[in-house]
């Protein structure tokens, strides 16, 4: 605390930090202003009437008045402290030229004190001064000396008087109680040191205008409130109250949107809100794209860099429209999305409805070189729409979570970096505990707890399943649609039915060779019930007049890609896992 024989003391750069953080948690609140507006579009969405009772949501117009009231006195916080930092920071300036005055004033009276001081002045003839002279002088010199100090200790009680008035100011301004109200005790060093536990009891007293703010200008709070183990996640998002919860998925749907242990529609509620904000940075980027495009139109004068950096253009407008319209029809509810972060490749469509009438869990993993774009243009959803169609109890999620063999984290590598990733014990080992993790959040669902899970995977999708086992994931049953393989140290459970279904396909003559897998393949393993091959529409191989068996590469490849679709042709294959899950 400054007094007056300091009035300058503080530190102007830490009064400035807090102003920039007032500003922050004003920028904080106009974003949730827009987040806030796209929940509240999509309140009448049976994920939103699921979730909400009491139509929570259609409160949100409500807590606009409320929180431009809040921008308004964020804003006015931070000017206030701006100014006091300005203003303390002036008052220190002159703090130091008046105490190097001051210096110089008591150096000047101790001097005439001790009789150091010369009196002589310009023009001064004689060499004996007469003594009324000299003590004429020294009343002069003792006279100004005491004024100059005067003068001095009234610009310091100016000073001083500067410092309370701007005290008074910056505390009337700043009014912390009416901007922050019941949320500023979670920014003090109580809550710091406060457990989860307390933090969420708290947290369910908060009115909801409070809750919105909270969740905005705290979100390292709320990470540390909901960042843990599936299980623990659950367990807390139990705790909270259901107003908590809702503002938790307007306010903050990034987090929410990828966090496992969260219920599933908690989590496809958020993922809407994700791709509003995604359509966003998607027409921003397209319209970088166009106006670069329009750019080169005018200065061709390098024609062939203008039309390759053309076409590369066109290729990745095309790229952002298929993702704009995947994210449009999730937007309008014809998606539903457990998972999305473009970024990192990560993608998980939910097919059905959780609900107390859920009986049937699928998890279907796509196979090697399944990269975003499937998504869009719906390649990898088929199957599972096809039972999610015919048996209304299921819940179908199709799953891509970052790495996949040649799309490692959206790199698309390519067909050869595609071949070697699906063959890497190591590729698969990184990825069995991430699908793990998923399958535990899945497990502590409520309305998905009781259903009975399957996994399915297609070619590479079964390596990644298996080691998901050895990561700790359970099954009902593990279905291998032309698998892969397993890892060596996989070990079938004794709870799980496995079943491979196959034709003869381009895998499966490479699984002969020994060299997929190390031989370690649904095929070779008595883990796995495995029929004959179903016959696809075309021979995979034919014998010529000398007896000489001909495969065919082309019939080979697509028989492998058509046991994981609803195709006509595989309606055998379709017919018998309908029975193995359902009975």
């Given at each position: 605390?400054?007094?007056?024989?300091?009035?300058?003391?503080?530190?102007?750069?830490?009064?400035?930090?807090?102003?920039?953080?007032?500003?922050?948690?004003?920028?904080?609140?106009?974003?949730?202003?827009?987040?806030?507006?796209?929940?509240?579009?999509?309140?009448?969405?049976?994920?939103?009437?699921?979730?909400?009772?009491?139509?929570?949501?259609?409160?949100?117009?409500?807590?606009?008045?409320?929180?431009?009231?809040?921008?308004?006195?964020?804003?006015?916080?931070?000017?206030?402290?701006?100014?006091?930092?300005?203003?303390?920071?002036?008052?220190?300036?002159?703090?130091?030229?008046?105490?190097?005055?001051?210096?110089?004033?008591?150096?000047?009276?101790?001097?005439?004190?001790?009789?150091?001081?010369?009196?002589?002045?310009?023009?001064?003839?004689?060499?004996?001064?007469?003594?009324?002279?000299?003590?004429?002088?020294?009343?002069?010199?003792?006279?100004?000396?005491?004024?100059?100090?005067?003068?001095?200790?009234?610009?310091?009680?100016?000073?001083?008087?500067?410092?309370?008035?701007?005290?008074?100011?910056?505390?009337?301004?700043?009014?912390?109680?009416?901007?922050?109200?019941?949320?500023?005790?979670?920014?003090?060093?109580?809550?710091?040191?406060?457990?989860?536990?307390?933090?969420?009891?708290?947290?369910?007293?908060?009115?909801?205008?409070?809750?919105?703010?909270?969740?905005?200008?705290?979100?390292?709070?709320?990470?540390?409130?909901?960042?843990?183990?599936?299980?623990?996640?659950?367990?807390?998002?139990?705790?909270?109250?259901?107003?908590?919860?809702?503002?938790?998925?307007a306010g903050a749907p990034?987090?929410?949107?990828?966090?496992?242990?969260?219920?599933?529609?908690?989590?496809?509620?958020?993922?809407?809100?994700?791709?509003?904000?995604?359509?966003?940075?998607?027409?921003?980027?397209?319209?970088?794209?166009?106006?670069?495009?329009?750019?080169?139109?005018?200065?061709?004068?390098?024609?062939?860099?203008?039309?390759?950096?053309?076409?590369?253009?066109?290729?990745?407008?095309?790229?952002?429209?298929?993702?704009?319209?995947?994210?449009?029809?999730?937007?309008?509810?014809?998606?539903?999305?457990?998972?999305?972060?473009?970024?990192?490749?990560?993608?998980?469509?939910?097919?059905?409805?959780?609900?107390?009438?859920?009986?049937?869990?699928?998890?279907y993993v796509p196979g090697?070189?399944?990269?975003?774009?499937?998504?869009?243009?719906?390649?990898?959803?088929?199957?599972?729409?096809?039972?999610?169609?015919?048996?209304?109890?299921?819940?179908?999620?199709?799953?891509?979570?970052?790495?996949?063999?040649?799309?490692?984290?959206?790199?698309?590598g390519g067909l050869t970096?595609?071949?070697?990733?699906?063959?890497?014990?190591?590729?698969?080992?990184?990825?069995?505990?991430?699908?793990?993790?998923?399958?535990?959040?899945?497990?502590?669902?409520?309305?998905?707890?009781?259903?009975?899970?399957?996994?399915?995977?297609?070619?590479?999708?079964?390596?990644?399943?298996?080691?998901?086992?050895?990561?700790?994931?359970?099954?009902?049953?593990?279905?291998?649609?032309?698998?892969?393989?397993?890892?060596?140290?996989?070990?079938?459970?004794?709870?799980?039915?496995?079943?491979?279904?196959?034709?003869?396909?381009?895998?499966?003559?490479?699984?002969?060779?020994?060299?997929?897998?190390?031989?370690?393949?649904?095929?070779?393993?008595?883990?796995?019930?495995?029929?004959?091959?179903?016959?696809?529409?075309?021979?995979?191989?034919?014998?010529?007049?000398?007896?000489?068996?001909?495969?065919?590469?082309?019939?080979?490849?697509?028989?492998?890609?058509?046991?994981?679709?609803?195709?006509?042709?595989?309606?055998?294959?379709?017919?018998?896992?309908?029975?193995?899950?359902?009975?």
């Amino acid at each position: 605390m400054w007094t007056v024989a300091n009035p300058g003391l503080g530190e102007p750069d830490s009064i400035l930090s807090e102003s920039r953080v007032r500003s922050a948690k004003a920028a904080n609140l106009r974003t949730l202003q827009t987040t806030l507006a796209s929940a509240r579009s999509h309140a009448e969405t049976t994920g939103w009437t699921a979730l909400s009772r009491d139509a929570f949501v259609e409160r949100l117009v409500g807590l606009v008045p409320e929180i431009d009231l809040l921008i308004r006195g964020l804003d006015a916080q931070a000017a206030a402290l701006e100014t006091y930092s300005v203003t303390v920071d002036e008052i220190q300036g002159e703090q130091r030229l008046l105490e190097a005055q001051r210096t110089t004033a008591d150096t000047d009276l101790y001097d005439l004190q001790l009789g150091k001081t010369d009196f002589a002045q310009p023009g001064d003839t004689f060499i004996f001064m007469p003594t009324t002279v000299l003590q004429t002088r020294r009343e002069e010199a003792f006279e100004v000396a005491y004024a100059a100090i005067a003068g001095i200790d009234v610009l310091w009680d100016e000073l001083a008087t500067r410092r309370r008035t701007a005290d008074d100011v910056c505390v009337r301004d700043l009014g912390s109680d009416q901007v922050l109200g019941a949320t500023s005790w979670f920014g003090s060093s109580w809550a710091s040191g406060s457990s989860v536990d307390d933090l969420i009891a708290r947290m369910n007293t908060l009115s909801e205008a409070d809750l919105a703010v909270l969740i905005a200008t705290n979100p390292d709070l709320v990470k540390r409130m909901l960042t843990a183990t599936p299980e623990t996640v659950a367990e807390r998002w139990q705790q909270l109250g259901e107003p908590a919860r809702l503002a938790l998925i307007a306010g903050a749907p990034a987090l929410l949107g990828s966090l496992n242990g969260l219920p599933a529609l908690a989590r496809v509620a958020a993922n809407r809100l994700n791709a509003s904000t995604r359509i966003t940075e998607i027409d921003a980027e397209s319209a970088k794209l166009d106006a670069e495009n329009a750019g080169m139109d005018r200065t061709r004068g390098r024609w062939e860099q203008s039309y390759g950096r053309s076409d590369q253009i066109a290729k990745e407008l095309e790229q952002l429209e298929d993702e704009r319209s995947y994210l449009q029809r999730t937007v309008d509810g014809k998606n539903q999305l457990y998972l999305y972060d473009h970024e990192g490749a990560r993608i998980v469509e939910m097919r059905g409805t959780p609900s107390s009438e859920t009986r049937e869990r699928i998890t279907y993993v796509p196979g090697t070189m399944s990269n975003m774009d499937m998504f869009y243009d719906g390649s990898v959803q088929p199957l599972s729409d096809w039972f999610v169609d015919n048996h209304p109890d299921t819940v179908a999620f199709i799953y891509k979570d970052g790495l996949f063999p040649g799309d490692s984290g959206g790199t698309r590598g390519g067909l050869t970096k595609g071949v070697a990733d699906a063959n890497s014990a190591d590729f698969a080992k990184q990825t069995g505990p991430v699908l793990a993790d998923f399958e535990t959040g899945l497990a502590t669902d409520p309305l998905l707890t009781d259903a009975t899970s399957t996994a399915i995977g297609h070619s590479w999708g079964l390596a990644n399943i298996t080691s998901a086992e050895v990561a700790g994931a359970h099954y009902d049953s593990v279905v291998s649609l032309s698998g892969a393989w397993m890892p060596q140290d996989w070990g079938a459970d004794p709870t799980t039915n496995y079943a491979d279904f196959s034709y003869e396909d381009i895998l499966q003559v490479a699984q002969g060779t020994g060299a997929v897998g190390d031989g370690n393949n649904p095929r070779s393993s008595d883990a796995f019930q495995a029929g004959a091959f179903y016959e696809g529409p075309k021979p995979a191989y034919t014998v010529d007049g000398d007896g000489t068996l001909i495969w065919h590469p082309t019939v080979l490849m697509d028989n492998h890609n058509l046991v994981a679709t609803d195709n006509v042709n595989n309606r055998e294959v379709v017919r018998d896992l309908q029975e193995l899950i359902y009975g």
